[in-house]
């Protein structure tokens, strides 16, 4: 079966400050990982793809088989980045399946 | 990327009734996917609406309840059937197009 945990509901740090969302999957599979984010009032949207091996907004994640996980991490903080991620993998079928969330606060 | 678009972006709506949400796309999509977003809550998905054929459901959503139509590539609907206050909710169509999903802006349902 496929799933995605993330076991923070919030993580709240300071400005500047290095930040890491914690991900892990359950798939049989080779997945295909992504991480959405939801900035206030604004839709879904696509941050990064694991394929793609890419910085967006200074955001990385590496994709670790060996430990099943997707962590999200940024060295430096901004305010701007105050929103809810979520943590996704798409499996069988093109569906996607999404983890619970988490809403990252970044305070100055 | 494709441009989602749903209507109606909110409604109150009284138990019993139903309610039935459009979805349109800019472009000619193969797969449409409906997700359910209940406060506080991950994104859940109801159905996979391909057009030509019978939506594929998941575990815990039927036909009866969430009938949907998918007219053609750029078009499907949801139907909340029969409410009532736990299908108060925001329920988000997507497509996926290279491998990403792509979402409308939302249907915010309260149902009293």
């Known amino acids: 079966a496929q799933r995605v945990t993330q076991p923070e509901k919030l993580l709240s740090v300071f400005k500047g400050a290095p930040v890491e969302l914690k991900c892990n999957y359950s798939?049989?599979?080779?997945?295909?990982l992504f991480w959405y984010v939801q900035y206030s009032r604004q839709r879904l949207q696509l941050l990064l793809r694991?394929?793609s091996r890419e910085s967006i907004k200074g955001f990385t994640a590496d994709l670790n088989k060996g430990e099943t996980s997707f962590h999200l991490k940024k060295p430096f903080a901004q305010e701007e980045d105050s929103a809810m991620y979520y943590c996704?993998?798409?499996?069988?079928?093109?569906?996607?399946?999404f983890g619970a969330g988490t809403r990252l606060f970044v305070k100055a | 990327s494709a441009v989602i678009s749903q209507k109606p972006s909110r409604d109150i709506c009284q138990r019993g009734t139903s309610l039935t949400i459009q979805c349109q796309v800019d472009?000619?999509?193969?797969?449409m996917f409906w997700y359910r977003q209940q406060p506080g809550q991950s994104l859940t998905l109801i159905a996979t609406?391909?057009?030509?054929?019978?939506?594929?459901?998941e575990s815990g959503f039927v036909i009866d309840k969430f009938p949907i139509s998918r007219p053609n590539l750029t078009f499907s609907t949801l139907t909340v059937s029969n409410m009532s206050p736990e299908d108060s909710s925001i329920y988000l169509c997507?497509?996926?197009?290279?491998?990403?999903?792509?979402f409308g802006p939302g249907t915010r349902l309260l149902v009293l």
């Open positions: 798939y049989s599979g080779s997945p295909e």
């Open positions: 997507s497509v996926d197009e290279q491998e990403t999903q792509y």
């Open positions: 609406a391909n057009q030509g054929s019978e939506a594929t459901y």
């Open positions: 996704a993998l798409r499996g069988g079928g093109f569906k996607t399946i």
């Open positions: 472009s000619q999509v193969t797969m």
């Open positions: 694991h394929i």
